[in-house]
């Protein structure tokens, strides 16, 4: 009877084994594939942050350009009314400069 104990136990001892083997066997193929899993989304993330950041910068780079686009339009336009303004009252200002040099320095033709 020792000895069907003893095999008895043996017997345990083996399916306790193999079932251990056998958890420790499905844990890792869970882990295995959850790091799978968890791989494929960042891989899935980090893609999609770059598309988001290339649209980004595309999208800032066409708001300077349009930005670049409307000062140059309103510098131009700027330039063009002082310029106007500036030929309107050219005679004006020439006769106030000479009027200020005049009194400043006095009339050259009176020496």
């Known amino acids: 009877m020792s000895n069907s104990i003893l095999d008895s136990v043996e017997a345990i001892e083996n399916e306790a084994q193999r079932i251990e083997q056998e958890a420790a066997s499905r844990v890792a193929n869970l882990l295995s594939d959850h790091e799978g899993q968890v791989s494929g989304l960042k891989d899935s993330a980090d893609s999609e942050l770059s ?12 708001a300077l350009d349009e930005v670049q686009v409307k000062l140059s339009k309103e ?35 009176d020496e």
Do not use: A, C, M, P
């Not at 598309?51 to 066409?62: A, G």
């Not at 310029?83 to 009194?103: A, C, G, N, P, S």
């Open 51 to 62: 598309e988001f950041q290339d649209k980004l910068r595309s999208d800032k780079d066409i």
């Open 75 to 109: 510098g131009t336009s700027e330039k063009q009314r002082l310029t106007q303004v500036f030929d309107q009252r050219r005679e004006e200002l020439v006769e106030l400069t000479i009027k200020e040099v005049i009194h400043r320095y006095g009339n050259s033709n």
